[in-house]
């Protein structure tokens, strides 16, 4: 049995070793060590493995000894941010209530810029930690606060006050129970000790779990503002795309008295969404309704629960299940992206899936040897889609869907028009990357279809007449359907030519469009 252990370690010589030695008489292993004393003087995480008895006992063991609770008492500093309006006067307010509690200030820095607010940042005097988080609830209703590290000359020493600050923060933003703020704890420290390895200062990781949840807390309610298209395909068919500030569009084709959706956002807007689709599809509780995934990601899982049958590839299915069972998914598997998965999932209310509900309708490849594979087709009303499975390079399971005749295509994560964000989504995309490095399970294999294209678009060239596509293999080189639609946007598919080369050196010519990967 796993458990992770949030103590507050005595600042004194040995504390750590008193600590080590009590999980070693229990005969408990300890498989995990996150201390930084710049970040917080006393908290110490530990992650164990043991019995059930082992762990009761060891939770007697440290709360005798005094690691589970906070003893830190001694005076020391703390170094508060404070995002203040840029205007005359901004500062009093704060200033009259650091007054008011009698600390002692040791440190003022304020600075202008482009932005409408102003940090303002104060070093005060601590000595009673209760005090402080008393100030703290009175200093947010003012404006956001946080505790941060000032620089390597100038650290800021906190006494476990910083870890609760943050969560209490970021629990008030979303609501979170005492079970979740725990989590939160838990799992942010676990992405400031893997993102510090990779050399990304602790203020950092912080600052963007605390901007990620601000920002997910804007959008809600009212705040809940997505970009609305409607578009007619053909006589019976038309798609409604919804799309949102944070996470995944959600795409509504409605055709013959049926609706499929594309993918569906957070969960933490499920009730928004909701109410958007039924203003505009005023029957769509009492339609048939199925719910088609690219792939198992949260931001596109948030409707999972509302329709009748979810549809996918058996690597997503498979993945989803996972979850369902308590078991640990694709991203998770992967050491830079669990703690982030793990914050997302409680930030944005991740809701596991009905097994049942899920349905793989195409072939199964057990080792993908090409970027993109032709799987199978789909029909949904008047539309045709070929189905491609990706090897992958954003997420293993991850599909995509063509329709030739009508010019659609849904590309997942795989392929995303960056230059069409809303000043909103382009915010929300700062984070991911942060805190798990890449938002790609193989950002390589992800970008090397891609590449040349848009490299090409990048220098200015934006048409073309023809491209040579070469490989090591022993059949000839087709460009995958996701190529071929960004190929599309580049060029006049009357003209332009694909030459496909194998490694012979034999040449064959393919007029665009290429109907026919699977040869």
Same mark, same amino acid.
């Given at each position: 049995?796993?458990?992770?252990?949030?103590?507050?370690?005595?600042?004194?010589?040995?504390?750590?070793?008193?600590?080590?030695?009590?999980?070693? %008489?229990?005969?408990?292993?300890?498989?995990?060590?996150?201390?930084?004393?710049?970040?917080?003087?006393?908290?110490?995480?530990?992650?164990?493995?043991?019995?059930?008895?082992? &762990?009761?006992?060891?939770? %007697?063991?440290?709360?005798?000894?005094?690691?589970?609770?906070?003893?830190?008492?001694?005076?020391?500093?703390?170094?508060?941010?404070?995002?203040?309006? /840029?205007?005359?006067?901004?500062?009093?307010?704060?200033?009259?209530?650091?007054?008011?509690?009698?600390?002692?200030?040791?440190?003022?820095?304020?600075?202008?810029?482009?932005?409408?607010?102003?940090?303002?940042?104060?070093?005060?005097?601590?000595?009673?930690?209760?005090?402080?988080?008393?100030?703290?609830?009175?200093?947010?209703?003012?404006?956001?606060?946080?505790?941060?590290?000032?620089?390597?000359?100038?650290? $800021?020493?906190?006494?476990?006050?910083?870890?609760?600050?943050?969560?209490?923060?970021?629990?008030?933003?979303?609501?979170?129970?005492?079970?979740?703020?725990?989590?939160?704890?838990?799992?942010?420290?676990?992405?400031?000790?893997? #993102? /510090?390895?990779?050399? &990304?200062?602790?203020?950092?990781?912080?600052?963007?779990?605390?901007?990620? %949840?601000?920002?997910?807390?804007?959008?809600?309610?009212?705040?809940?503002?997505?970009?609305?298209?409607?578009?007619?395909?053909?006589?019976?068919?038309?798609?409604?795309?919804?799309?949102?500030?944070?996470?995944?569009?959600?795409?509504?084709?409605?055709?013959?008295?049926?609706?499929?959706?594309?993918? !569906?956002?957070?969960?933490?807007?499920?009730?928004?969404? #909701?109410?958007?689709?039924?203003?505009?599809?005023?029957?769509?509780?009492?339609?048939?309704?199925?719910?088609?995934?690219?792939?198992?990601?949260?931001?596109?899982?948030?409707?999972?629960?509302?329709?009748?049958?979810?549809?996918?590839?058996?690597? !997503?299915?498979?993945?989803?299940?996972?979850?369902?069972?308590?078991?640990?998914?694709?991203?998770?598997?992967?050491?830079?992206?669990?703690?982030?998965?793990?914050?997302?999932?409680?930030?944005?209310?991740?809701?596991?899936?009905?097994?049942?509900?899920?349905?793989?309708?195409?072939?199964?490849?057990?080792?993908?040897?090409?970027?993109?594979?032709?799987?199978?087709?789909?029909?949904?009303? /008047?539309?045709?889609?070929?189905?491609?499975?990706?090897?992958?390079?954003? &997420?293993?399971?991850?599909?995509?869907?063509?329709?030739?005749?009508?010019?659609?295509?849904?590309?997942?994560?795989?392929?995303?028009?960056?230059?069409?964000?809303?000043?909103?989504? $382009?915010?929300?995309?700062?984070?991911?990357?942060?805190?798990?490095?890449?938002?790609? !399970?193989?950002?390589? #294999?992800?970008?090397?279809?891609?590449?040349?294209?848009?490299?090409?678009?990048?220098?200015?060239?934006?048409?073309?007449?023809?491209?040579?596509? $070469?490989?090591?293999?022993? /059949?000839?080189?087709?460009?995958?359907?996701?190529?071929?639609?960004?190929?599309?946007?580049?060029?006049?598919?009357?003209?332009?030519?694909?030459?496909?080369?194998?490694?012979?050196?034999?040449?064959?010519?393919?007029?665009?469009?290429?109907?026919?990967?699977?040869?």
């Amino acid at each position: 049995m796993k458990k992770t252990y949030a103590t507050s370690l005595p600042d004194h010589i040995g504390a750590f070793l008193k600590a080590s030695r009590c999980f070693a %008489a229990l005969g408990i292993n300890i498989t995990r060590v996150s201390y930084d004393k710049a970040v917080d003087a006393h908290m110490l995480f530990l992650d164990v493995e043991g019995t059930p008895d082992q &762990l009761r006992l060891a939770d %007697a063991a440290l709360e005798r000894i005094g690691y589970l609770q906070n003893t830190g008492e001694e005076s020391s500093i703390v170094l508060l941010q404070f995002d203040l309006q /840029d205007r005359p006067g901004a500062a009093n307010e704060v200033l009259k209530l650091i007054h008011e509690f009698h600390f002692n200030i040791s440190y003022i820095n304020a600075q202008s810029s482009d932005s409408p607010l102003r940090q303002f940042r104060v070093g005060i005097y601590v000595e009673d930690q209760g005090q402080v988080t008393e100030f703290l609830e009175q200093a947010q209703e003012l404006c956001q606060v946080q505790i941060i590290e000032y620089n390597p000359s100038a650290r $800021a020493y906190d006494n476990s006050i910083f870890y609760s600050t943050f969560v209490r923060g970021v629990a008030r933003l979303l609501d979170l129970n005492a079970q979740q703020r725990q989590q939160l704890l838990v799992y942010s420290n676990l992405a400031m000790q893997t #993102l /510090d390895q990779q050399g &990304l200062l602790p203020y950092r990781t912080f600052d963007s779990i605390s901007r990620f %949840a601000e920002l997910l807390s804007r959008h809600r309610g009212e705040g809940f503002e997505p970009r609305i298209t409607t578009h007619k395909i053909t006589e019976n068919t038309d798609i409604l795309l919804i799309e949102p500030p944070c996470g995944s569009n959600t795409a509504l084709i409605r055709s013959g008295g049926e609706i499929l959706c594309i993918d !569906s956002g957070y969960a933490r807007y499920r009730q928004e969404t #909701l109410a958007l689709i039924r203003s505009l599809i005023p029957d769509f509780d009492n339609v048939p309704k199925r719910l088609l995934l690219t792939h198992a990601d949260p931001d596109h899982t948030g409707l999972m629960e509302d329709f009748d049958e979810i549809i996918t590839s058996l690597r !997503s299915a498979e993945d989803l299940i996972a979850q369902a069972q308590g078991e640990n998914c694709l991203r998770e598997k992967n050491p830079l992206h669990r703690p982030y998965l793990h914050i997302c999932k409680l930030l944005t209310g991740y809701r596991c899936v009905e097994p049942d509900k899920l349905r793989s309708p195409w072939r199964h490849i057990p080792e993908l040897r090409e970027p993109l594979t032709q799987v199978g087709f789909f029909d949904f009303g /008047d539309l045709h889609f070929e189905v491609y499975e990706g090897k992958g390079g954003h &997420l293993p399971g991850e599909i995509v869907l063509i329709d030739y005749n009508n010019n659609i295509a849904f590309t997942g994560d795989v392929y995303i028009n960056i230059h069409g964000l809303t000043a909103a989504q $382009a915010e929300y995309n700062q984070y991911a990357p942060i805190l798990m490095t890449s938002v790609d !399970s193989d950002a390589q #294999l992800c970008a090397r279809e891609r590449n040349a294209i848009f490299h090409a678009v990048a220098e200015g060239r934006t048409r073309f007449r023809r491209i040579v596509i $070469a490989g090591r293999s022993a /059949d000839f080189c087709v460009p995958c359907g996701v190529c071929r639609q960004v190929l599309r946007e580049f060029c006049n598919p009357d003209i332009f030519t694909v030459i496909i080369l194998r490694y012979t050196r034999a040449t064959r010519k393919w007029p665009m469009p290429i109907r026919n990967t699977t040869k």
